[in-house]
């Protein structure tokens, strides 16, 4: 088993910076990739960004050069920073975690942290 805990939500202004960061605890030994994913009100829960045990990372296009996934391997954790922030980014963010093999994984998911951009 794998618990995620997410912190770093609140409520920014437009152009403003937050940072997100996740901590897994329990069973992390397995896990291969983590990501950041995001579900606005009345829409689908779509992925943000996401990072593999090696280091590749990959992006949504809507947040590409304003947020930067980061995972801290020695601590179990992964960030993600978010710049530039825009009221479409309004959200709650959800920490995720697959353990195991490509082949056969579990998945994780944290409690999630809201995010509000508005003025």
């Given at each position: 088993?794998?618990?995620?805990?997410?912190?770093?939500?609140?409520?920014?202004?437009?152009?403003?910076?937050l940072?997100?960061?996740?901590?897994?605890?329990?069973?992390?030994?397995?896990?291969?990739?983590?990501?950041?994913y995001?579900?606005?009100?009345?829409?689908?829960?779509?992925l943000v960004?996401?990072t593999?045990?090696i280091g590749?990372t990959?992006?949504?296009d809507?947040?590409?050069?304003?947020?930067?996934?980061?995972r801290?391997?020695?601590k179990?954790?992964?960030?993600?920073?978010?710049?530039?922030?825009?009221?479409?980014?309004?959200?709650?963010?959800?920490?995720?975690?697959?353990?195991?093999?490509?082949?056969r994984?579990?998945e994780?998911?944290?409690?999630?942290?809201?995010?509000?951009?508005?003025?």
């Amino acid at each position: 088993q794998v618990q995620l805990v997410e912190s770093g939500g609140g409520l920014v202004n437009p152009g403003e910076s937050l940072r997100l960061s996740c901590a897994a605890s329990g069973d992390t030994i397995n896990i291969f990739r983590m990501a950041w994913y995001r579900q606005a009100p009345g829409k689908q829960r779509d992925l943000v960004a996401e990072t593999s045990a090696i280091g590749t990372t990959d992006y949504a296009d809507s947040v590409q050069g304003r947020f930067i996934i980061s995972r801290d391997n020695a601590k179990n954790t992964v960030s993600l920073q978010m710049n530039n922030l825009k009221p479409e980014d309004t959200a709650v963010y959800s920490c995720y975690a697959r353990s195991g093999t490509p082949a056969r994984y579990i998945e994780y998911w944290g409690q999630g942290a809201l995010v509000i951009v508005s003025s």
